[in-house]
């Protein structure tokens, strides 16, 4: 690197001098009017980077440097030139950004994106973070830089809020006192708007930039690497009070580890509590009962890693897709409880969730469950309280497809009777979709499946069908029980209903449905 005196090499008015003030090595940036391909010179202290305006221009909007210009401007201060021309670029580099982490929060927790709030602030940390993870040889570098942010919340905030106007104004993002999140067009925009595999092709890009930086100007990226090497490693530390998640108790951090035995169930070593396991073969669900008879559900997301579920899984495909990972399922149950209350259905409140840890916290519900109800109509031991409560059951699950979503489980254990209205308890195979005719087709196939080990009347067994389809009908389209009824599904559930029953089932529905048909 050559030391050279810069004060012939343009007019000041075709000048904006820009700097970066890092420890002991300051990086001043002489953005040039025409100037051609970026030039670095060593200083007494620092260095000095110079540009031309289309090349800075060009990176923030087509990442010709691969976003290198885009990580230093947020940073900078104006020394001397053209205001005006400084704040737009900044303004951009901070939007780009903004927009970079969105889609990886996005990426990374799904339906639940538009439920978490964070302080401005945080975009540009986590920016710098996940840069720091990915260029290894400039990991000190951004590591400070991500640091730096966060002491430079006073003047970087507002300037972060005025960047994401264009934002706001298109209904993606909104800002609630002082907290910035996604909404739920901007979170589905963002999911249907690229391949995820291409977000993830965002984390190699900074790779491929060195080296195409290096063929035009390796003294660059040396000094880069300089700035990294003269700055001490940090220990990266989530900020615990920059990330929140809503619950029904109120906002909770995002990233908070406890244990939830003994801070959110406030439980002394003295205090005498009742824990009971509930059922289910994938995850640890425990119900907690205090001394002040307070009730609450406890659930851990563990992975499928037992083989039994294979066979399922793979018979599945191309009929519905189960998500195997336990944060996925999580994610899954949060959000879609979320979904559910917000249209009205009737769900268990959210008291506290922990993505790291796998764990959700939520309401006791406690009632008739549809499984017995199912039973007892089949039985002929039914009330009319019992017809109405399956009726209103499968209505409001037609209202839940009306709306998009999918249950993915919807077996009757998971529906829960209570003051007179259907809970909706087991989310976490539940998505946005249109295969409606699964949920259906589980809900009929659970009846073959308990005809095989109950006793039932047949007239009763019409009966419990019939309800079955005016309670949907309501609500939804009649023609979902002629796809349910339908041999891909047909295929699945003969490995888990006996052959008479399961006939016997098919039989009576598809006489039902050609009745309902014949006199539409």
């Not at 090499?9 to 009017?33: A, F, G, N, Q, Y």
């Not at 923030?60 to 005006?84: A, C, K, Q, S």
Request: charged residues 25%; hydrophobic residues 45%; positive net charge.
């Amino acid at each position: 690197m050559v030391r050279e005196d810069l004060s012939t090499m343009s007019s000041r008015d075709k000048e904006t001098l820009l700097l970066l003030d890092i420890d002991k090595c300051p990086l001043h940036i002489l953005v040039i009017e025409g100037w051609h391909s970026p030039r670095v010179l060593k200083l007494k202290e620092g260095y000095k980077l110079i540009v031309g305006r289309r090349d800075v221009e060009a990176d923030i909007n087509e990442g010709r440097y691969y976003g290198m210009f885009v990580d230093l401007l947020p940073l900078t201060i104006l020394v001397r030139g053209d205001r005006i021309f400084f704040d737009r670029v900044q303004l951009l580099a901070l939007r780009r950004m903004v927009e970079e982490v969105l889609k990886f929060m996005v990426l990374n927790y799904r339906f639940m994106a538009a439920h978490i709030l964070v302080h401005p602030i945080y975009l540009l940390y986590d920016y710098y973070r996940r840069k720091a993870r990915t260029l290894l040889p400039f990991r000190s570098l951004y590591t400070y830089f991500s640091h730096l942010s966060l002491s430079k919340k006073a003047i970087l905030e507002p300037k972060i809020l005025k960047s994401i106007k264009p934002l706001e104004e298109e209904a993606l993002v909104e800002v609630k006192n002082g907290l910035l999140s996604l909404t739920d067009h901007g979170m589905k925009k963002m999911l249907s708007s690229q391949p995820m595999f291409t977000h993830y092709m965002n984390l190699v890009k900074p790779l491929v930039g060195i080296f195409h930086i290096a063929r035009s100007d390796m003294n660059l990226l040396l000094a880069l690497q300089n700035l990294s090497l003269k700055l001490p490693l940090r220990e990266e530390e989530e900020p615990r009070d920059l990330t929140f998640i809503e619950t029904d108790l109120g906002l909770q951090p995002l990233n908070e580890e406890y244990e939830v035995k003994v801070r959110f169930l406030r439980i002394s070593e003295h205090e005498d509590v009742k824990v009971r396991k509930l059922g289910g073969i994938l995850n640890t669900t425990y119900l907690v009962e205090k001394m002040t008879g307070e009730r609450y559900v406890v659930k851990i997301f563990q992975e499928w890693t037992d083989v039994k579920w294979l066979p399922l899984m793979l018979w599945a495909i191309g009929s519905y897709f189960f998500d195997p990972l336990g944060k996925n399922r999580l994610i899954n149950e949060y959000s879609m409880t979320r979904a559910l209350r917000s249209i009205g259905v009737k769900v268990p409140r959210i008291y506290h969730v922990s993505i790291d840890q796998k764990v959700i916290v939520k309401e006791y519900i406690e009632g008739d469950l549809l499984r017995d109800i199912i039973v007892r109509i089949a039985r002929g031991k039914s009330t009319e309280e019992d017809e109405e409560m399956v009726y209103k059951s499968m209505s409001n699950i037609a209202y839940i497809h009306r709306k998009g979503i999918v249950l993915g489980d919807s077996n009757p254990n998971n529906v829960v009777l209570k003051d007179g209205e259907p809970f909706f308890l087991d989310l976490e195979q539940a998505r946005w979709s249109d295969k409606a005719s699964w949920d259906v087709a589980m809900i009929i196939f659970f009846i073959a499946h308990h005809l095989s080990v109950v006793r039932f009347r047949r007239d009763s067994l019409e009966k419990l069908l019939n309800l079955i389809v005016d309670g949907y009908q309501e609500q939804g389209d009649i023609g979902v029980f002629d796809k349910a009824l339908s041999l891909p599904y047909l295929r699945i559930y003969f490995l888990f209903s006996a052959p008479h029953s399961l006939y016997l089932t098919y039989r009576s529905m598809t006489k039902i449905l050609k009745r309902r048909l014949a006199s539409a």
